[in-house]
């Protein structure tokens, strides 16, 4: 396959015509294929392992949160019903990987009819770029789901989504289609990878972040996305929360 | 354009020109720069504001209706029209050309279609400055590289050139000018790339030069001669081990088990004439036994499953003239599959690979994934067929 115009290359000719001829023995062909073997799979661990490791911490992560927290699903899910007798999970279509809706579930904290309230609502959004919808003093939130608002407990059964493979622990936020429909072409990159629990603006400053700004934090996660990186994420979202920093 | 207005798309009917690719899809989802022809359409569509796509589509409209998935990517609905190319409307834009690129040199047969394809991706590589992806960084040598890629400090990368996300680029080898190396591939020590496009998951062995090329896993697609190499050798090219297309490990297991018992029942029977089947990985020797159960006719098949050349159960091995009787998308269709030493035609008495059954039983499966179900049905039915002499 040589012959191109631009060969210079930085070995000599006695080197390289060594190299190719090593293709010529039976032994010395069957340790190119054994180096190349052996580089594969060094490749497929460093860039698939990665991946695996991903999926199999949210496995173990999302499996163990569901039991540990147990009590704290039963308090809420009796809290919740027990103020207004509506339903206790609230199931949220919202944008996944590549464009893919999928059911997100949230304990719900708002009153029941919210998202037929939400369009005459919509004129008064605080936000400034228009595109994410979020407002300070919500009159469709409850008094249960002022509380579990503040420390993201609403948030807790979204571990069942990352169990089932719809989400990870750590990627950018699934935005709803609304908001999605109003992305450019250079914000749908963000939907390249999977949506996950906590990213950069949530341990960052939450909702107080401008749509530009998480964007661009959401970018810089995908640029360096790593294991190591998830698990710092991880361990700093845990404050975050329990501090209840730009939840509203 | 304004906001609620709809595009209209028209895609070329070239499948009969697919005979150097030998893709398996139509070219409008071929690689431009990493993503399919077809999604920079659909960017430039979101670009303009439409409101909704539609696609008049001769070739092949399932597979792009599938890859579109209803828009959902774009947020925009698709309606993929399957239509005669006369039936195309005259305003339609035709996706034979990147977005605002000037018209073409439209294909007329295998080699220049290859070459058109290449001259898309190198075309894409000089407009990269209207249309720079948010992931991609800038190289301080001028050219763009994916997120998480690896270059080696002693490697030469020459403008224009794009390298995507998980790529490693080894020491001393030369990336450009002109060079569009998709996702998780590898670029070997002292490698060269220029005006040549290296498909996702691709090695790229050490000391190996690609000049008007596109390499394809363990093929080379080679746009100045015109011709698709298969290439034997995994230290010149070879797919790597994140590419989907090899026989699974089910299958080559239970292919050492069942060696040993068909070896034994093929003692003393004679061997008929060598065939030639064209696999994935280039052309394959095999040959059958006349006599006996299908087990002892076929025992000489079974090494090339344990050595990942043939599945168990698929299509049966055909040659390049069986192939030529279909038609080219059909034929490649075919190609790009491992084909089987059992076939479902087998449980129906049909054991001629190219008769009309079995080639109808080939392409159903070569157009879907195989199921586990599926092996081990046909698997045991099999096992002690014993065909009528012939």
């Known amino acids: 396959m040589s012959g191109g115009p631009n060969l210079l290359s930085d070995m000599s000719d006695h080197d390289l015509v060594d190299y190719w001829s090593q293709a010529g023995t039976g032994l010395g062909r069957m340790r190119l294929h054994v180096r190349v073997a052996r580089k594969r799979v060094f490749w497929a661990v460093a860039v698939g392992g990665a991946q695996v490791v991903k999926r199999g911490l949210d496995i173990v992560v999302s499996a163990t949160a569901l039991v540990a927290l147990a009590p704290v699903f039963l308090v809420t899910a009796l809290s919740i019903k027990l103020e207004d007798r509506g339903g206790i999970f609230f199931r949220q279509t919202r944008v996944g990987r590549r464009g893919r809706t999928f059911g997100m579930w949230k304990f719900r904290s708002m009153v029941v009819n919210a998202d037929a309230l939400k369009d005459t609502l919509l004129a008064e959004n605080e936000m400034a770029t ?119 | 354009m304004s906001e609620t207005s709809a595009m209209t798309l028209a895609v070329p009917d070239w499948p009969d020109f697919d005979t150097v690719a030998r893709r398996t899809d139509p070219p409008v989802l071929w690689p431009v720069g990493g993503q399919p022809l077809l999604a920079h359409w659909m960017d430039e569509a979101r670009r303009r504001g439409a409101a909704r796509v539609k696609i008049y589509c001769a070739d092949r409209p399932h597979l792009v209706r599938a890859w579109l998935d209803g828009g959902a990517y774009w947020s925009c609905p698709v309606e993929v029209v399957p239509s005669d190319t006369l039936r195309y409307p005259v305003d339609a834009e035709w996706v034979d050309r990147l977005p605002g690129e000037d018209a073409p040199t439209l ?33 301080p040598d001028g050219g763009w590289i994916g997120p998480r890629a690896r270059v080696h400090p002693r490697a030469q990368l020459k403008p224009p050139f794009w390298i995507g996300a998980n790529v490693q ?55 100045k001669r015109g011709c698709r190499v298969e290439i034997a050798e995994s230290f010149i090219l070879s797919p790597t081990w994140s590419r989907g297309d090899r026989v699974p490990w ?82 490649n269709l075919l190609r790009a599959i491992h084909p089987g030493v059992f076939s479902v035609s087998d449980v129906h008495g049909c054991h001629q690979a190219g008769d009309e059954e079995e080639t109808m039983h080939a392409l159903y499966a070569a157009a879907q994934p195989q199921s586990v179900r599926e092996v081990f049905r046909v698997l045991p039915r099999l096992l002690f067929t014993w065909p009528e002499k012939s």
């Open chain 2, 250 to 331: 089910r299958d080559r297991l239970l292919a050492a088990l069942l060696w040993l018992p068909a070896q034994l029942l093929a003692i003393g029977r004679p061997m008929g004439a060598d065939r030639v089947a064209s696999t994935p990985r280039g052309r394959l020797v095999l040959r059958e036994r006349l006599t006996g159960p299908l087990l002892a006719r076929r025992a000489a098949w079974f090494a090339p499953v344990v050595s990942g050349r043939l599945r168990l159960v698929g299509p049966l091995p055909r040659g390049d003239e069986a192939c030529a009787r279909l038609p080219i998308d059909a034929a």
């Open chain 1, 130 to 248: 228009g595109v994410t919808f979020k407002m300070k003093r919500d009159p469709r939130i409850t008094r249960v789901g002022r509380f579990i608002r503040k420390y993201s407990v609403d948030e807790l059964p979204q571990f069942w989504n990352v169990l089932v493979g719809d989400m990870s622990l750590v990627g950018p936020r699934p935005a709803v289609p609304r908001e999605v429909a109003l992305y450019s072409v250079d914000d749908r990159q963000r939907l390249l990878a999977k949506p996950g629990l906590t990213c950069f603006w949530q341990v960052g400053g939450r909702s107080s972040i401008d749509f530009a700004g998480q964007v661009q934090l959401d970018v810089a996660y995908i640029q360096s996305e790593s294991v190591w990186l998830d698990l710092k994420l991880l361990f700093q979202t845990v404050p975050a929360v329990l501090l209840g920093k730009g939840a509203f």
């Open chain 2, 169 to 223: 680029i080894g020491a001393g080898a030369r990336v450009g000018p002109g060079a569009v190396i998709g996702a998780r591939c590898v670029v070997e020590t002292d490698a060269e790339v220029s005006e040549a496009v290296v498909l996702d998951d691709s090695f790229i062995g050490p000391h190996v030069s690609l000049h008007r090329m596109i390499a394809d896993g363990g093929a080379v697609i080679d746009a």
């Open chain 2, 107 to 139: 294909p007329n047969d295998g080699p220049t279609l290859v070459r058109w394809w290449l001259e898309r991706n190198l075309n894409w590589l000089r407009s990269r400055e209207q249309h720079a992806r948010l992931l991609d960084e800038r190289h």
